[in-house]
């Protein structure tokens, strides 16, 4: 089973980019779908954008959409770039893989760690 690494996280001030990686212990299945989360302390893990590994299809939450991009590098690598950041873009990323299209953390099977993200106004 794959096991998944986040990176790339920091502080930054709002208005800034920033790009996540999350790398896969091996290769990543042509048919998992691969998801990125966010989760706020006491709150829950919100969906923000998937991709389908075997057509490259993505799919966005309207919160992120046309801020952030997903996409995916090779056999194992999977990226968020994220473009003007705002303060609620703060919170705990993961990724994530699962065995079939879907927008919540249920859905998924295989999750990375975490990386931190804060946004300063």
């Known amino acids: 089973q794959v096991q998944l690494v986040e990176s790339g996280g920091g502080l930054v001030q709002a208005g800034d980019s920033l790009r996540l990686a999350c790398t896969a212990s091996g290769r990543i299945y042509s048919s998992y779908v691969m998801g990125w989360f966010r989760q706020a302390p006491g709150k829950e893990r919100l969906f923000l954008s998937n991709i389908r590994w075997n057509t490259g299809r993505t799919y966005y939450t309207d919160s992120v959409k046309g801020r952030f991009t997903i996409s995916k590098d090779g056999p194992s690598t999977v990226y968020l770039q994220m473009n003007g950041l705002k303060s609620e873009d703060t919170g705990v990323y993961y990724c994530?893989?699962?065995?079939?299209?879907?927008?919540?953390?249920?859905?998924?099977?295989?999750w990375g760690q975490g990386t931190q993200v804060t946004v300063s106004s």
């Open positions: 994530a893989a699962a065995f079939e299209f879907g927008t919540t953390a249920e859905v998924y099977k295989i």
